[in-house]
């Protein structure tokens, strides 16, 4: 069974993109603004968390999901800290361009976490994949950063956190669910691939759309402006003389 690993090696889709990951951690300001951004995730996370530790009616899940919320909390501090030494460090943080937001999310899309409403395994089961996801996208962004050594710390560090996050999410989920978990589980990941389709799309339609904006500035309104200084030559300057009878309404 899944719970029985200790570990979460990357996915396929996350190791084929591990060339362009390793270009987007390499720029010292993208790197600021990514831990920034992971840093509010995780914080945000941990709040969500801490809703459903107040909402479950299990004990042992109140309990879980304090201790839970407590790591995603910490996390957010780590990631913050090291993004303030970094900027103390290279403070020249004003264009990090390019952040290939949508190709390296900050881990685990707890961000689309919705918690009231939603049952104990219901929860689980999102909470178990969004920790799956998280640890297999920290594990490679661990092994791109040999170049730096303490933010590759903070990755190690986070990444032992969420790895058990993964795994009491699936214990806990079969000890509620023992016969629907997989149910459960699969509805999950149905909700996840729609959610990431989303985001692809929009990160795309992003890209299209400055695509199409640059070919219109540089094909169509070159003619338009040869055309409105053609009529500008064509003026006469300063007053021009009206016959008589032209000013009559
Ligand atoms: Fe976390
Ligand atoms: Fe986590």
Same mark, same amino acid.
């Given at each position: 069974m899944d719970s029985a690993r200790p570990h979460e090696r990357p996915t396929a889709f996350d190791r084929i993109l591990t060339p362009v990951h390793r270009w987007i951690w390499s720029d010292t300001d993208r790197r600021v603004q990514k831990l920034l951004r992971f840093g509010e995730t995780e914080t945000d996370g941990g709040r969500d968390i801490l809703r459903a530790a107040e909402i479950t009616s299990d004990p042992l899940l109140r309990r879980l999901y304090l201790e839970h919320a407590i790591d995603e909390f910490r996390h957010g501090v780590l990631f913050r800290h090291r993004a303030a030494a970094l900027l103390k460090v290279s403070?020249?943080?004003s264009n990090p361009g390019f952040q290939g937001g949508w190709l390296s999310? &900050? &881990?685990? &899309? $707890?961000?689309? $976490?919705?918690?009231? &409403?939603?049952?104990d395994s219901d929860m689980l089961a999102f909470l178990h994949l969004s920790e799956k996801a998280a640890a297999s996208r920290f594990t490679v962004y661990r092994d791109v950063m040999q170049h730096d050594a303490p933010t590759r710390a903070v990755f190690e560090e986070i990444l032992h956190d969420e790895t058990f996050h993964m795994n009491y999410t699936l214990t806990q989920l079969v000890r509620v669910e023992p016969k629907q978990h997989r149910r459960h589980l699969w509805r999950a990941r149905l909700s996840r691939l729609w959610k990431t389709y989303l985001r692809l799309a929009t990160g795309l339609a992003g890209i299209l759309g400055s695509m199409l904006m640059t070919i219109q500035y540089f094909v169509l309104l070159p003619p338009f402006a040869w055309l409105a200084k053609r009529a500008a030559r064509r003026e006469h300057s300063g007053w021009t003389i009206v016959s008589p009878g032209a000013s009559e309404s």
């Amino acid at each position: 069974m899944d719970s029985a690993r200790p570990h979460e090696r990357p996915t396929a889709f996350d190791r084929i993109l591990t060339p362009v990951h390793r270009w987007i951690w390499s720029d010292t300001d993208r790197r600021v603004q990514k831990l920034l951004r992971f840093g509010e995730t995780e914080t945000d996370g941990g709040r969500d968390i801490l809703r459903a530790a107040e909402i479950t009616s299990d004990p042992l899940l109140r309990r879980l999901y304090l201790e839970h919320a407590i790591d995603e909390f910490r996390h957010g501090v780590l990631f913050r800290h090291r993004a303030a030494a970094l900027l103390k460090v290279s403070p020249s943080c004003s264009n990090p361009g390019f952040q290939g937001g949508w190709l390296s999310p &900050g &881990g685990h &899309g $707890l961000d689309d $976490l919705q918690v009231d &409403g939603e049952s104990d395994s219901d929860m689980l089961a999102f909470l178990h994949l969004s920790e799956k996801a998280a640890a297999s996208r920290f594990t490679v962004y661990r092994d791109v950063m040999q170049h730096d050594a303490p933010t590759r710390a903070v990755f190690e560090e986070i990444l032992h956190d969420e790895t058990f996050h993964m795994n009491y999410t699936l214990t806990q989920l079969v000890r509620v669910e023992p016969k629907q978990h997989r149910r459960h589980l699969w509805r999950a990941r149905l909700s996840r691939l729609w959610k990431t389709y989303l985001r692809l799309a929009t990160g795309l339609a992003g890209i299209l759309g400055s695509m199409l904006m640059t070919i219109q500035y540089f094909v169509l309104l070159p003619p338009f402006a040869w055309l409105a200084k053609r009529a500008a030559r064509r003026e006469h300057s300063g007053w021009t003389i009206v016959s008589p009878g032209a000013s009559e309404s």
